[in-house]
């Protein structure tokens, strides 16, 4: 059910609000706060079972759910320019739902894992 997934995705969610609330509100942040509220939030989705994860190419343009979403084609008569097209998203096409708290979860760990490295 779609709504039991978007109550997964909430809790899993709010860590992330109530850290930038928190970090947000500090006159002066220290690096090493920033650090003991990642290392938290890092344990809470560190993912249940390694064997079915996807790695994600995060320097790649590409999203992490592009399998998962249908996109419009761009219509024949748009130019051509150097700047990347954006993608009109076809959101008739419902988005597969299956374990998708793990899919979320393992996403964010991996973008922690990125570009913070907690020690």
């Keep these: 059910n779609e709504w039991q997934e978007i109550g997964k995705l909430i809790i899993i969610l709010e860590d992330f609000a109530r850290a930038t609330e928190y970090l947000g509100g ?9 650090y003991s509220v990642l290392a938290i939030i890092n344990q809470k989705i560190l993912p249940d079972d390694n064997s079915d994860v996807e790695v994600i190419d995060l320097t790649s343009q590409n999203m992490v759910f592009d399998d998962d979403v249908g996109y419009e084609d761009a219509p024949e008569d748009e130019p051509i320019s150097g700047q990347p ?4 998203i076809n959101i008739n096409m419902p988005q597969n739902c299956i ?6 979860k393992a996403a964010l760990y991996q973008a922690m894992n990125h570009y913070w490295e907690v020690p």
Aim: hydrophobic share 30%; net charge positive; charged share 30%.
């Design 99 to 104: 374990n998708l708290d793990k899919h979320v």
């Design 85 to 88: 097209i954006r993608r009109k």
């Design 26 to 34: 500090s006159k002066y942040t220290t690096i090493s706060l920033m």
